[in-house]
């Protein structure tokens, strides 16, 4: 089939994008969405144009690399992460609008690249447990009810791509905060920092310039991973009993 | 053969301690050096790459005190591509009193790399094992449970036990989140500098030691110079070199093949690993294979029809005309053979003719039995994942109609040759995980990755660094040096070179080209004539890379096209390697298969009195022929024999 894209083409951080327009032949229903614009690539670099920049790795859904915005719907009209968008979700003929996370905690590196290290800051502000190598106590040393390691599980399952900022409103990082706070509040292991963490967290969530949550929702509806929508309610839980036992330092 | 290659004087590992196999690791750990906390934070590290060996050595030597800068090329060390790791971790918890030990677990891995690995290392890393669990629950890994609140485990190929444990189909993803988090906990703490969209593309060598890196800033372009006083290598493996992969797309060979030209020995090169159980491919745009867990065997049924050219829906074909080759040919093992076994057998029926789908190349993995004994949300909760992502690549629901699969390169068993203490030949040069050859023989076992990523990273390399750090802090350098400004000089050129070129084919074009020389004669089965076939058309093919190449853009800029070209410009020069080191290797074992060595059956023929040795490669200049360096292997305690697993 025939596409045509409408690309976001940004040369650095500083200048100024624009949206171009490529027409793509040949397009076979089982190409991944990223397949489609290595083809599109190709076909520039022998025509001596640049190609287009857009971040990808392990193209199995689940390193959390890849991520642009297709006719506005962050990762596109699958749930699912852009690599595993396929082809056969499109029809011939159709015009497809490609744009990078937008948000202003994620500034535009080139073209669809964008930086996301706000989130890395957010996990060193707190996001883990403090179990230095060899300290652990035998595996078996504490059970974790199954329904805990079954929640904490789905809240782990979170691959730090972004789109739960670039769906929102107000591109608020709040459901990639909560999914590690409830990841890690859920467990036994987790209760130790429980307060202490949830207080840094947001903390350095909001000092990243991240907006406010209002509940809205885009975020677990665009999430690939299904990250569920009541882990915020979990963190703002946590955050109320933290402030309300004077965790705010 | 000589024109090939020099045979040069054989190596030994020095490091490796004598006496009862037990009692080695803590021997190397009481004799081996210590260093005073106070001293730690006035010696520096550098550690390339954060996957689950080069995450986790970076947070523990951090933890320990030492000054740490990691670099990954990805634009967050929580992508490393051990996140793609679907099935498990094994460990010798013996949780399910099913007879399992650490001895046992040593057997099995030396078995399964059919006696091509070091038994001091192998016995090493089952010992560490049971630690890595208990770290990674102490994380927050959250590992699958059972009602009790106790640990889950579950089988895999080439064992007859269950001690894997396991997150669902992302076990990979949740260590490496486990040692992510460890490393940004240092990296809060001040302990490790961390650098991202960082790549590493040259060793500096001074007075004989690894001292630092020449590394690419892939956002700015710019060129700069890490000075330290060791050097750990945890880049991963270079399964990349054959183009379609399970890796991702960003895995390279450029720091080990960077540090294997200062001087490094690389080992077993042709050592890699085809995973039986892939996504077939589906068209020449295609950009990568998927693979679908292993695991899955556990469960599933493979077969193919038993008349060939038979093309009628697998759901048509009565039981009585399907020949479920595996559980056929070994039945002690069935579904479960090791790898390497299992991808042959999957090519064998595939060559008769009897291979499904388009172009006849793969087989059917079924689950119709299992649904109908466990009923679909128990085959839901185990591979529910797994299912989706199948359904999302191929379009086809697996619950209904049996998947289809077919083997591709997955890891790769050689890399940079090190001692027991994992430092390669370049003292100071340590290497980590895939990135080193040391544990996996000739095959690697299901699960077994993630063990020795993380028993490198937590548990081995920070102990044995310290003997070699003890001696330091080393003499500062300037970085006038010239050891240090060569070192930038020929990353410069190399770049410059690679973008004046302008001529008329993309990397991509050239990439796949290799990746098909690669598979049709250094893949599931080499021979003399194919390889040496392979050897002549790489030579051809990198003469023309060097002159036909068109890179756009500048260095002074995110520039993925110059990022590619410099990782297959030094896939080329391993390429031929692998090729040379299969062909000089004229026995099959593991995952190397000569078809002229084998058994009557087809089964891999070792030939132990000629080739029970690592074959370590050293590096003469490009295109001139490499040493081999030999380090003859010895069995003291698992008896070498013909692996069977009927």
């Not at chain 1, 859920?186 to 903390?203: D, F």
């Not at chain 2, 099913?98 to 290392?121: A, C, H, P, W």
């Not at chain 2, 379609?244 to 077993?268: D, E, I, P, Q």
Request: proline letters at 4%.
């Amino acid at each position: 089939m025939k596409i045509t894209l409408r690309v976001w083409r940004q040369k650095n951080r500083n200048a100024k994008g624009e949206m171009v327009r490529y027409e793509v032949d040949n397009v076979s229903t089982d190409m991944s969405f990223l397949e489609m614009l290595d083809v599109l690539n190709e076909r520039l670099t022998l025509e001596g144009q640049e190609p287009v920049a857009f971040d990808h790795d392990c193209r199995e859904g689940i390193c959390g690399a890849c991520g642009v915005v297709i006719n506005g719907v962050a990762h596109g009209p699958e749930t699912t992460t852009t690599c595993q968008l396929h082809m056969r979700s499109f029809s011939d003929g159709d015009v497809i609008d490609v744009e990078p996370w937008r948000a202003k905690a994620f500034p535009v590196i080139k073209d669809l690249v964008v930086d996301r290290g706000a989130f890395d800051r957010i996990i060193q502000a707190g996001g883990y447990i403090s179990a230095p190598t060899g300290t652990a106590p035998d595996a078996h040393a504490t059970p974790v009810a199954k329904k805990d390691a079954d929640r904490a599980f789905d809240a782990a399952t979170c691959i730090g791509c972004g789109a739960c900022v670039a769906a929102c409103p107000n591109a608020s990082a709040m459901l990639f905060t909560a999914a590690k706070v409830t990841h890690l509040g859920t467990l036994p292991q987790g209760q130790p920092e429980r307060s202490a963490r949830v207080v840094q967290m947001v903390n350095q969530h909001d000092e990243e310039e991240f907006g406010g949550c209002t509940n809205i929702g885009e975020c677990a509806a665009v999430c690939p991973k299904g990250i569920p929508l009541d882990t915020i309610s979990e963190l703002n839980q946590d955050l109320l009993g933290a402030l309300a036992n004077g965790e705010l330092s | 053969m000589s024109e090939l290659y020099i045979e040069g004087d054989p190596i030994r590992d020095e490091k490796a301690p004598k006496g009862p196999i037990e009692n080695r690791w803590d021997q190397r750990r009481f004799s081996a050096k210590l260093v005073n906390p106070a001293n730690r934070r006035k010696l520096s590290v550098i550690v390339v790459g954060t996957g689950l060996a080069g995450a986790s050595a970076a947070a523990t030597l951090g933890e320990a005190g030492y000054h740490v800068t990691s670099f990954c090329y990805q634009d967050s060390p929580r992508r490393a591509h051990s996140i793609a790791a679907q099935g498990g971790i094994n460990a010798a918890k013996n949780y399910r009193n099913d007879g399992d030990s650490i001895y046992r677990l040593f057997y099995d891995t030396v078995k399964g790399g059919d006696f091509r690995s070091r038994e001091s290392n192998v016995y090493r890393l089952a010992q560490v094992s049971v630690e890595i669990i208990d770290q990674c629950v102490a994380q927050g890994v959250p590992f699958a449970r059972e009602y009790g609140g106790l640990l889950d485990n579950r089988s895999f190929g080439g064992v007859q036990v269950s001690r894997t444990f396991y997150a669902r189909g992302q076990t990979g993803q949740q260590l490496l989140i486990g040692a992510y988090q460890a490393l940004e906990r240092q990296v809060a703490a001040g302990t490790v500098d961390m650098n991202t969209r960082h790549e590493m593309l040259e060793l500096i060598v001074v007075d004989g030691r690894a001292r630092g890196v020449v590394v690419r800033d892939m956002v700015t372009g710019e060129i700069e110079t890490h000075l330290a006083d060791a050097v750990v290598l945890a880049s991963g493996g270079y399964g990349n070199v054959f183009f379609l992969s399970t890796n991702a797309m960003g895995c390279n060979v450029t720091a080990s093949w960077r540090a294997h030209r200062k001087g490094a020995l690389f080992a077993n090169p042709c050592y890699t690993q085809i995973h039986p159980t892939c996504i077939p491919v589906s068209g020449d745009y295609q950009s990568k294979l998927t693979l679908m867990s292993e695991s899955l065997r556990n469960d599933g049924r493979i077969w193919v029809p038993k008349e060939t050219g038979d093309s009628r829906d697998p759901r048509q074909i009565p039981e009585e005309e399907r020949d479920y080759y595996l559980e056929r040919i070994y039945p002690s093992f069935g579904n479960l053979v090791p790898r390497d076994i299992a991808s042959r057998a999957a090519k064998n029926v595939c060559d008769e003719g009897r291979g499904v789908g388009p172009g006849g190349l793969g087989v059917y993995l079924d689950f119709a039995d299992a649904i109908k004994r466990m009923g679909r949300p128990a085959v839901e909760a185990k591979y529910g994942n797994l299912f989706d992502m199948y359904q999302r690549i191929t379009g086809e629901n697996p619950y209904e109609v049996p998947m289809r699969i077919y083997p591709a390169v997955h890891y790769t068993m050689g890399g940079l040759w090190v001692d027991y203490d994992l430092q390669s030949t370049i003292p100071g040069l340590f290497v980590t995980g895939e990135a080193n050859f040391s544990d996996h023989g000739a095959n690697r076992l299901g699960a077994s990755a993630l063990m020795q990523g993380l028993a490198d990273g937590y548990f081995v390399l920070p102990n044995t660094i310290n003997d070699y750090l003890a001696n330091g802090p080393f003499d500062p350098i300037d970085e006038e040096r010239p050891e240090v400004s060569e070192a930038v000089s020929a990353v410069r050129d190399r770049i410059d070179t690679l973008l004046s070129i302008n001529g008329t084919r993309t990397v991509d074009s050239f990439h796949r080209e290799l990746g098909h020389i690669m598979w049709d004669y250094c893949g599931m089965e080499r021979n003399e004539e194919g390889l040496r076939k392979a050897i002549d058309s790489i030579r051809e093919l990198r003469a023309e890379f060097w002159q036909n190449v068109k890179v756009t853009g500048t260095n002074e800029e995110l520039n993925q096209a110059l990022e590619k070209a410099g990782r297959v410009a030094d896939f080329f020069e391993l390429a031929e390697l692998m090729c040379i080191d299969a062909l000089h290797r004229r026995e099959s074992c593991g995952g190397h298969f000569r078809s002229e060595s084998q058994t009557e059956d087809g089964e891999a023929l070792r030939h132990d009195d000629d080739f029970a040795y690592v074959g370590a490669w050293e590096f003469t200049g490009a295109g001139q022929q490499p040493v081999l360096h030999k380090e003859a292997l010895e069995y003291e305690y698992v008896e070498m024999k013909q692996r069977s697993y009927k």
